[in-house]
């Protein structure tokens, strides 16, 4: 059983920062892959960044040089660094933690998710 509580979101004018953070409970591992995801008004959500076990980390290129992702395993917690926003950044932003389940058919992949913080920029 996993369950992730977002934070850290709010109003902010364009140009200015704000740490989203995810706090996890339960089976959470180091070696599970964390990540942010996003969704505005009328679209789909999408993949913002992810970081894994090894600390390797992957950025839509949208958010590249502006975003970054960092993990505490000791805490289960997972951070977004949002610097240099932009109104094009309001959504609201998504916890994702993915682990493998072994089935008799195979290692299979299961998507956790957090009930989502809102990040609004002003222009």
């Known amino acids: 059983q996993v369950q992730l509580v977002e934070s850290g979101g709010g109003l902010v004018q364009a140009g200015g920062s704000l740490r989203l953070s995810c706090a996890g409970s339960?089976?959470?591992?180091?070696?599970?892959?964390m990540g942010w995801y996003r969704q505005a008004p009328g679209k789909q959500r999408e993949l913002v960044a992810v970081?894994?076990?090894?600390?390797?980390?992957n950025y839509a290129d949208s958010v590249k040089g502006r975003f970054t992702i960092s993990r505490d395993n000791a805490k289960n917690t997972v951070y977004l660094q949002m610097n240099s926003l932009k109104p094009e950044d309001t959504a609201v932003y998504y916890c994702?933690?993915?682990?493998?389940?072994?089935?008799?058919?195979?290692?299979?992949?299961?998507?956790?998710w957090g009930q989502g913080t809102q990040v609004t920029v002003s222009a």
């Open positions: 994702n933690v993915r682990k493998k389940i072994a089935r008799v058919i195979g290692v299979v992949e299961y998507d956790y």
């Open positions: 339960g089976s959470i591992l180091s070696t599970n892959p």
């Open positions: 970081v894994t076990s090894g600390g390797s980390t």
